[in-house]
């Protein structure tokens, strides 16, 4: 059962995520012998140097092959061993797609791919480090299982259902700052969307650290006098049917995702209200494009990941849904 808790304050979180990962991979790999890193030669960047010391036979640095890296962790996986396999988001989905099918989905692997610097996070890395489509590839894929924490709350709360859950999986998180959405002591329960806000004007259904930014938005809107349903859809793939549903009957609907909106969270939300409950969408995210140089704060504003986007869009939907 999920039991979701609001954090009274959404600033920065108080550690990296990455630092999160770490110590929650050797929280698990201290019960579970299972449990093994590989990396492909970001064990300093993701911040798994910790693990490494204190697991070295259960950690392994693949170096700047992922491909093989995913093909490593298959292999483990066909023994026995739960693998935790991790590199840049557009590496591990662009450069080991087919390894991660074929190797992994198709054969029915127990591995688990975590996809850092997700969407704009990437920052300085650029336009070629920035994968606007791995979520939307990663779900392409039968009975793959696709998240996006969105903070360390909840980071700290899924990685231990996804070591002890068998199959594949992907989880995209960001490396470094987060801002906090949730207490210590909520809890989650993948393929359930969290439901934070109540309203009958329209919904937002947000990923990542767009939940964030959503919730900035809700209280915008609330000062407007605009009461809107916030879901934090953080399992993309099983999607959360009945979430979503609820969320249409509000008649109007806007999805927040630092992922292109084509084949995104927006694609999978639109597909579902088109067979069960036609309704008005619109879609905050990246529009078509790809990513360019610059911290976070400017590609919010450049690709319209911002509270107030989100405003806007609800405005529209609000309007169209009135029209």
Known sequence: MSKIILAKDHGKD????????????????????????????LMSAMGMKPFAKKFPERTLDCGIQEANMIGT????????????????APFCTRRACDQIFMSGAYNKANVKVVGSDPGITAAYNGGTHMPFEDMGIMRGFPGMTVVEPSD???????????????????????????????????????????????????????????????????????????????????????????????????????????????????????CLLAKKKPTLVEMVGIQDEFGEVGPVSYLRERFGLTAENTVEAVHRAIARKNA
């Not at 201290?30 to 030669?41: C, G, H, N, T, Y």
């Not at 298959?74 to 840049?88: D, E, N, Q, R, Y």
């Not at 650290?209 to 000062?223: G, I, K, S, T």
């Open 14 to 41: 108080v550690m990296d995520m990455r630092n999160a990962y770490c110590e929650t991979m050797i929280e698990m790999a201290e019960k579970d012998d299972r449990i093994v890193a590989l990396d492909a030669d």
């Open 73 to 88: 962790a298959c292999g483990l996986s066909v023994w026995g061993k739960v693998p935790f396999a991790h590199t840049f």
């Open 152 to 270: 360390i709350v909840m980071l700290k709360d899924l990685l231990p259902q996804i070591g002890e859950a068998y199959g594949m999986f992907y989880m995209r998180l960001v490396r470094k700052d987060v801002r906090k959405v949730y207490d210590e002591g909520s809890s989650f329960e993948i393929g359930r969307a969290a439901r934070l806000t109540e309203g009958e004007d329209a919904a937002i259904i947000a990923s990542g650290f767009c939940v964030a930014e959503a919730l900035d938005a809700v209280e915008m809107l609330r000062a407007e006098g605009i009461r809107v349903r916030l879901l934090d859809m953080f399992t993309w793939k099983p999607l959360d049917e009945e979430a979503v549903l609820w969320a249409a009957e509000t008649g109007a609907v806007v999805t927040a995702e630092n992922h292109n909106v084509i084949n995104g969270l927006g694609s999978a939300v639109s």
